[in-house]
């Protein structure tokens, strides 16, 4: 069976940093392209970043030099280190293939930026 588990999430205040963990099992993922996705309040689940297996990178505009996307096809996991959080990035963060398989979709981890 296959799982994502996503974790780091949290409470942090703005300018602060998080570092997301998505760790897989049932699969190895090292040969897909995987991707980080959020959805926030009363908005619908939005692509953040991916990541190639050639290791190339996409970003949606808004977290453009503030959020960095990683693997470690030896633990099988994707990374999302978040800096300069903002209020907007208030959200549940997902990890999935992308495109996303939608029996893929984990529980994801809360985001949440406030002061």
């Known amino acids: 069976q296959v799982q994502l588990v996503e974790s780091g999430g949290g409470l942090v205040q703005p300018g602060g940093s998080l570092r997301l963990s998505c760790a897989a099992s049932?699969?190895?993922?090292?040969?897909?392209?995987m991707g980080w996705y959020r959805e926030a309040p009363g908005k619908e689940r939005e692509l953040v970043a991916t990541?190639?297996?050639?290791?190339?990178?996409y970003y949606v505009d808004s977290v453009k030099g503030r959020f960095t996307i990683s693997r470690d096809n030896a633990k099988n996991t994707v990374y999302l280190q978040m800096n300069s959080l903002k209020p907007e990035d208030t959200a549940v963060y997902y990890c999935?293939?992308?495109?996303?398989?939608?029996?893929?979709w984990g529980q994801g981890t809360q985001v949440t930026v406030s002061s």
């Open positions: 999935n293939q992308h495109p996303p398989y939608r029996k893929y």
């Open positions: 049932g699969r190895i993922f090292s040969n897909y392209r």
């Open positions: 990541i190639h297996t050639g290791d190339s990178t």
